[in-house]
């Protein structure tokens, strides 16, 4: 038992050959602020000197919002604005990255009322077709920062929120960090962070960019213990890059002859758990000064004896096989040995458990032909074509059939665009769908030719084209032929039985609407004194580690402003349909004395959406002047 404990411990040690550091100025990081506007805005957190920009270039659903304003002094500008997505299942970002490597990512999430509902939201995140965890959400001004470490199987990834329940998922900010490859490993699948804790007697989080990945150490110190630090340098070039701040300061236990123990518990009794351990001797020791500890866990389980830090310089130590704990509760315990003049000692403590991200999914040249498709026919409208086509079941693409094999990835058999409002000629991706046998275009606009390469297609039994007008409908050759040959069936069908009806734009008054909208564009600059206030607090199910000494400096809002709407004479329209109406602000018809000018669409009829700046006061009177009819809801 010790010795295949022993065999399994790893001890990665600094090394003294400096190499580049490639992560120094946020190369590779994404740092997407959600729901942000306009969006090609990008701006500097100074707090954390991350650089964020907006999220519209990775998901093409969702609405955007605001947190209540008054929440807005206790947490950085990245959590100032949500969105959020009230349709669908499933809603989500996708990024093309390089396979095989190795990210940090983190979602947070800070609700804030910005729906002036008062509600509790609680979803679930999946990466790609497997969930990752649950979100839930418990007081507004909670937030909550779930992370995984996942190494990527496919050029692109997907990250998802998925609707469990009445309550609407929202998203704050969503950061991905490339890691060193083969740091964090788990034997198979990705690992969920539960805690990751430095010794500190400070309050303060260390983040970017004193870690150069941008993970997020939290200060922690209990009554059993205390912190000490140095002021000299720390080698920490051990592939893990622990921040030099973390490592300067260590804990140790106030009684040194007695048994330290850090106990925490994992809610789930059958996670794998994945424990890392960063030590660093920072005290001078004398001639006749040593310090030598046995680690053990769950009741005297060898883990490493006779450890001794060494002087300044990092050793990491973990296991390459996980732990597990029948009851949840891991209790780690430091004693020690009888030759020992000094106490033990811990500087740093990452704890994760495995999550299984699964493999299955869609074959990846389906997917980008089945994206390209979506691109090509404008189909974001579509709901449901959010994240992995085929997988999960359950979330499959409306319109979609798959295969779903043994082990290996699906393949889209079907695909019925039928009344899609398709228009243009017949791509050539759908070529690329290699095991389709029914394809169903009919009913849309579709203009151009019959492709003869629908003739190569030798899966594919049925394609049914009938209801496009402009579709010119003399058959290829080569398809007449597995026509004759009974191997394909063509609908074509003269008549035009469901015609789509066409969108014209009606020659409608244009309809002025005043929005108020709570701080929009309200340029007002609040200094954010700390960010989020600590990691722990949104973590609470999962009980990690010792609590730390310092409560959180969360400060509970008493305001509720109502969500901002916009009252006309005979309609009230809600801020999310404001955002709707005007594609999330996309098209500035002009500018006017008391704000922007927005087109957009209500109903069927075009529609300017006047927002009132609040830097202009002045603009305010101007604005009310001008339309008497409207009212103004949540303001400030
Ligand atoms: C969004 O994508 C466009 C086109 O690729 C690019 O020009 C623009 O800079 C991107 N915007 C942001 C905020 O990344
Ligand atoms: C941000 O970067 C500047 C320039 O490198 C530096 O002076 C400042 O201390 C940094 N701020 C933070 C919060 O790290
Ligand atoms: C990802 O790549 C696809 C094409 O492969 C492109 O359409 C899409 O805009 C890219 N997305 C981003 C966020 O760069
Ligand atoms: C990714 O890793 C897998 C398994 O280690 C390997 O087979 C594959 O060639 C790698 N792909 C690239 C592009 O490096
Ligand atoms: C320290 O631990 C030893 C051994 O467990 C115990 O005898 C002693 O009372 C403890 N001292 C204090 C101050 O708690
Ligand atoms: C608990 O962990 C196991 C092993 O990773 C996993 O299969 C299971 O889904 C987890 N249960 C919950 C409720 O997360
Ligand atoms: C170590 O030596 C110093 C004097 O150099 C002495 O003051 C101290 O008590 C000694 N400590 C131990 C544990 O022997
Ligand atoms: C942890 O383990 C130590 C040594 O086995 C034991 O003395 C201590 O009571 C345990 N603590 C908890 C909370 O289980
Ligand atoms: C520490 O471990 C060594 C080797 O297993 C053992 O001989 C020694 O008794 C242990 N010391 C304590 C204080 O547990
Ligand atoms: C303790 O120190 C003595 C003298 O340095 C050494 O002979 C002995 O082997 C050490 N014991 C252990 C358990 O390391
Ligand atoms: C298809 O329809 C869209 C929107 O109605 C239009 O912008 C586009 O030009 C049309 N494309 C073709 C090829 O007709
Ligand atoms: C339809 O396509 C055929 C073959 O390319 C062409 O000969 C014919 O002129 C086209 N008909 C129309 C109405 O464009």
């Known amino acids: 038992m010790k010795s295949l404990d022993l065999f399994l411990l790893l001890l990665i040690v600094a090394f003294t050959v400096s190499r580049p550091v490639e992560a120094q100025n946020q190369a590779g990081f994404i740092s997407l602020d959600c729901g942000l506007v306009p969006k090609e805005t990008t701006y500097l957190e100074a707090t954390t000197n991350i650089t964020y920009k907006s999220d519209a270039n990775y998901t093409d659903s969702g609405l955007v919002g605001k947190i209540n304003d008054a929440h807005k002094t206790l947490v950085q500008q990245p959590l100032w604005a949500v969105r959020s997505f009230p349709e669908g299942q499933r809603n989500c970002y996708n990024f093309n990255l390089t396979v095989n490597r190795t990210y940090l990512i983190r979602g947070t999430f800070m609700y804030g009322n910005y729906d002036g509902l008062n509600q509790s939201p609680s979803f679930d995140l999946h990466i790609g077709a497997s969930k990752w965890t649950s979100v839930n959400i418990i007081e507004e001004t909670d937030t909550v920062m779930p992370e995984i470490i996942h190494v990527l199987t496919q050029d692109r990834l997907q990250v998802c929120l998925v609707k469990t329940g009445k309550t609407t998922p929202f998203i704050s900010s969503l950061e991905l ?238 695909l019925n665009l039928n009344a899609s409002q398709l228009n243009g000629t017949i791509t050539s991706d759908i070529t690329k769908l290699t095991q389709l046998s029914e394809l169903d275009l009919s009913n849309n606009d579709l203009s151009g030719e019959i492709p003869a390469f629908l003739a190569d297609m030798k899966s594919l039994k049925l394609i049914n084209l009938s209801g496009n007008p402009k579709l010119n409908l003399t058959v290829p050759d080569s398809l007449q032929q597995r026509v004759n040959s009974k191997s394909l069936t063509l609908i074509l069908g003269e008549k035009v039985l469901n015609p789509t009806p066409k969108k014209e734009s009606k020659k409608v008054p244009m309809v002025t609407i005043a929005a108020s909208v709570a701080g929009v564009f309200a340029l007002l600059l609040i200094l954010a004194i700390f960010f989020i206030v600590r990691g722990k607090k949104g973590k609470r199910n999962e009980a990690p580690g010792p609590p730390p000494s310092v409560t959180s400096g969360i400060v509970k809002s008493e305001t509720r402003s109502s969500n901002p709407s916009i009252m006309t004479k005979d309609r009230r329209i809600t801020y999310p349909e404001v955002l709707k109406m005007t594609n999330n602000f996309e098209r500035v018809l002009g500018k006017g004395g008391f704000g922007t000018v927005y087109h957009g669409n209500l109903d069927d009829a075009q529609v300017a959406v006047k927002m009132l700046s609040h830097s202009s006061a002045q603009g305010y009177k101007e604005f009310k002047a001008e339309d008497a009819n409207s009212r103004r809801g949540g303001t400030r």
């Open 177 to 414: 960090r490339p890691l060193q490859k083969g740091t964090y490993i788990a034997q198979s699948g990705s690992l969920v962070l539960q805690s990751r804790y430095f010794s500190s007697d400070s309050t303060s989080i260390i983040r970017y960019d004193e870690d150069i990945h941008d993970r997020v150490w939290n200060p922690i110190s209990d009554d059993g213990s205390s912190s000490i630090s140095t002021d000299l340098e720390v080698q920490t070039n051990n592939f893990y890059d622990v921040p030099q701040a973390v490592m300067k300061t260590a804990a140790i236990p106030k009684n040194a002859s007695a048994p330290w123990s850090l106990v925490w518990t994992i809610e789930n009794t059958t996670a794998l758990s994945y424990v890392y351990m960063h030590f660093a001797e920072i005290q001078n020791l004398k001639a006749n000064e040593s310090r030598e500890f046995n680690i053990t866990y769950n009741g005297g389980k060898l883990w490493y004896p006779q450890f001794r830090p060494n002087k300044l310089s990092i050793i990491t130590m973990y296991s390459q096989v996980p732990l597990t704990s029948s009851n949840g509760v891991y209790n780690f315990t430091f004693e020690m040995t009888s030759n020992s003049t000094l106490p033990p000692l811990l500087n740093a403590l990452e704890i994760y458990t495995g999550v299984d991200i699964l493999q299955l999914h869609t074959d990846k040249d389906e997917v980008s032909a089945i994206m390209n498709i979506k691109t090509t026919y404008g189909l974001s409208k579509k709901i449901s074509w959010q994240g992995d086509p085929c997988a999960p079941q359950l979330y499959r693409w409306e319109g979609l059939n798959c295969s779903y094999p043994d082990s290996e990835a699906s393949r889209i058999i079907s």
